[in-house]
């Protein structure tokens, strides 16, 4: 049984052995940096989502398209309750441009997350072995 005071035992590597390890590490970074480079190119095209998610793009086109379009103006005198059925509609706008925003940030954030959270916790071969937990 060890203790906290006593040193827990060290690997000992030859110089071939860390080269060969550096050089594996090298390899898995510059493969993975491929990866995220192709997965990156992947998700910043249109194209893909439309594909991927088609209800959702013909959904979002369509609100975006309400959103920026300009209302119809009113040609009747200046009555000021025909004010508030025009700001209702700036209102309904801005809240469906606001609610695509979020869905579209929500979206890309956990595409982002699942991409960037692999290529950081992927399991290494040339890691270290881990050690006990200390309770032997």
């Known amino acids: 049984m060890t203790t906290a005071a006593e040193p827990a ?3 000992v590597l030859t110089a071939d052995e860390i080269q060969e390890q550096m050089a594996t590490t090298r390899r898995q970074i510059h493969e993975r940096s491929d990866e995220v480079v192709t997965q990156t190119k992947e998700l910043s095209d249109w194209r893909f989502y439309v594909k991927r998610y088609p209800w ?3 959904t979002t086109a ?3 398209g309400y959103a920026i379009v300009p209302g119809r103006t009113k040609t009747t005198g200046g009555d000021p309750d025909d ?5 209702n509609t700036d209102v309904l706008r801005s809240m469906l441009a606001a609610t695509a925003k979020r869905a579209a940030m929500a979206h890309l954030s956990r595409t982002l997350g699942g991409v960037l959270g692999g290529f950081f916790t992927a399991d290494d071969e040339a890691g270290p072995a881990t050690e006990g937990n200390g309770d032997e």
């Open 62 to 64: 369509a609100v975006i």
């Open 83 to 87: 004010q508030s059925e025009d700001s």
């Open 9 to 11: 035992a060290e690997v």
């Open 56 to 58: 959702v793009s013909v």
